[in-house]
């Protein structure tokens, strides 16, 4: 029997962080690597991947950027949140495969008194590119550029970026271009001008995994742990996390938890210690995910998401309006705060929805005491 100190917790419910197992993305892989085989222009070299926030987006991206690095290919992950072409400069300048294939690479403008003006910036990142891009290709290497949190990058840089991943695709050079994003957002700037390029790309969106696939996988990293976990528990487990991937770590981590305060007597997880942990799982998610969306906001913007729990799809915006008993125009107000909070996305004109997952039921059930918190 293993002892208590030696059973370390293997889930991983924090953004960014690989989990145990990835579970059900093996078509995406298959077609990412299909793609670096097939050589210039393949379609899984060029790859838009679409979720709600949690859904596995940014440790996709990791996976895929670790597939090709491992083919010895060059990988730059950039976020919208920042510069996108400065950063790409940057980081190809200290790269150190392009230093030992001594590729000269002159590094960004950042200063504002030597602003070039978007045009000439523009030339030097697509000779930058160019020029590192076709130093791998010579030596059978490759680039690959990853955009995390696209839905927030500047429209005009991921614009350069496309031209110039187009220009290269055209010379048959080696270079592949994956970005990430929240659905909507996503979508949006890809409707945008210049960019048509990437609308072609092979769209991957982050629905939620079938539960037997995650079943399996929680019961793979719960043996390798240490613990065990009876059918029944690894069932309800399972269904809790409703395939979403941020919940399946939390569901695990917490479940396993529960197992392991017993685990001197027995090392396997009982149906009640997965009910219990599942609990706090949920808990939890509402207080770091879902609360944290929620905080701050006025009254008005939760009266709006208040009015969208009545409808289990899409909401109309303007019956919302009407529920709120307000002209169209001032619950519009409401709405673009809530979707610039990323609260909220726009399904179709006229129509919102929630973009966190589980974000109504949590509503429903908390509805007095959020209003409570502004006096109602
Ligand atoms: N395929 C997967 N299988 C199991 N767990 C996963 C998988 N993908 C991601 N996770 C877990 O889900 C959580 C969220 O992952 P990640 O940060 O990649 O989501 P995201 O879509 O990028 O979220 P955000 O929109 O907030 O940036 C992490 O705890 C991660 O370990
Ligand atoms: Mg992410």
Redesign the pocket.
Known sequence: MPSQQRLVNPF????????P?????EVVIDDFMDGLDEGPGAPGRLMRIT??????????LTQLGDIANDRGWTVVNVSGREPLCASIQEQLAHDARIRSLDIKISLPIVSAEAHLGGAAEELLFREVLSRATRSLTNHGSGLLITV??VQDASHDEMATIATSVQYMIREQQDIGLLF?G?TTGALDLLNGEGITFLRRAKAEE?AS?PTDEVAQ?LRKTIEVSGLRIGDGALSYAAAQSHGY??L??LVGYYVWREGRRHAQDSVTITLADAKRGSEVALQEFGSSVLETAISGLTKPSVDYLLAMTEDEGASSTSEIAQRMGMPASSANTYRRILIERQIIESTAPGFVAFSIPFMREYLLQHRADILARYGA
């Open positions: 991983k419910p924090t953004a960014g962080m690989t989990p197992v990835l579970i059900g993305r979720g709600p926030r949690g859904s596995g987006k940014t440790v996709l995390d949190e990430a929240i982050l995994i996988a991937a941020y399946i770590q």
